[in-house]
């Protein structure tokens, strides 16, 4: 009578082992590359989504006062930026909440500092929601992804990206 092996044999272990290897060497590093950019994107819809949310309040809030977001970007990796209206703090984000692989830099003299704290500074004007300063430009990278937001002398927001990987229409002139 003839016996059944049971089992793998060691080549065949090994073989498999190397496969998956090779699988895991190619696979990681992409991985790494789709999750930098999701955090690009989740940071960059979170900035947009705060742009209007303080030219709303702006809106809603009469003559009373103008809303102030404010940006610490001294440091491109290490930056803070505050949403408020007069003396009310609506929102403070920084980039520990993007775990820190975000990057933030600001258009030159495209902002103003009516404050004279040195940090660029985005007023909305209660009357229309007009932006004190004119238009600027925002931009935010991680690794060699970046995405522009552009703010109009009005408030509105564009967003525009130096890649079609995140699904925003390519920036002119990059």
Same mark, same amino acid.
């Given at each position: 009578?003839?016996?059944?092996?049971?089992?793998?044999?060691?080549?065949?272990?090994?073989?498999? +082992?190397? +496969?998956?290897?090779?699988?895991?060497?190619?696979?990681?590093?992409?991985?790494?590359?789709?999750?930098?950019?999701?955090?690009?994107?989740?940071?960059?819809?979170?900035?947009?989504?705060?742009?209007?949310? *303080?030219?709303?309040?702006?809106? *809603?809030?009469?003559?009373?006062? %103008?809303?102030?977001? =404010?940006?610490?970007?001294?440091? @491109?990796?290490?930056?803070?930026?505050?949403?408020?209206?007069? !003396?009310?703090?609506?929102?403070?984000?920084?980039? @520990?909440?993007?775990?820190?692989?975000?990057?933030?830099?600001?258009?030159?003299? @495209?902002?103003?500092?009516?404050? @004279?704290?040195?940090?660029?500074?985005?007023?909305?004007?209660?009357?229309?929601?007009?932006?004190?300063?004119?238009?600027?430009?925002?931009?935010?990278?991680?690794?060699?992804? !970046?995405? =522009?937001?552009?703010?109009?002398?009005?408030?509105?927001?564009?967003?525009?990206?130096?890649? %079609?990987?995140?699904?925003?229409?390519?920036?002119?002139? !990059?």
């Amino acid at each position: 009578m003839q016996q059944v092996q049971k089992g793998f044999t060691l080549i065949e272990l090994m073989v498999t +082992i190397t +496969i998956v290897a090779v699988l895991l060497s190619v696979g990681i590093p992409a991985f790494s590359s789709v999750v930098n950019q999701q955090q690009l994107k989740g940071a960059t819809e979170t900035l947009a989504s705060d742009l209007r949310r *303080a030219r709303s309040a702006a809106i *809603a809030g009469g003559a009373s006062s %103008d809303v102030v977001m =404010e940006f610490d970007v001294s440091d @491109a990796s290490d930056w803070t930026y505050t949403l408020a209206n007069g !003396s009310d703090l609506i929102v403070t984000r920084n980039s @520990a909440d993007f775990s820190n692989v975000i990057s933030v830099t600001t258009s030159t003299g @495209a902002f103003s500092d009516a404050d @004279a704290d040195g940090n660029p500074d985005i007023r909305f004007s209660s009357v229309r929601a007009i932006t004190h300063g004119g238009t600027g430009i925002l931009t935010l990278t991680s690794g060699t992804a !970046s995405v =522009e937001l552009n703010r109009n002398v009005m408030g509105m927001v564009s967003i525009c990206s130096n890649g %079609d990987s995140l699904g925003y229409p390519a920036c002119t002139g !990059s």
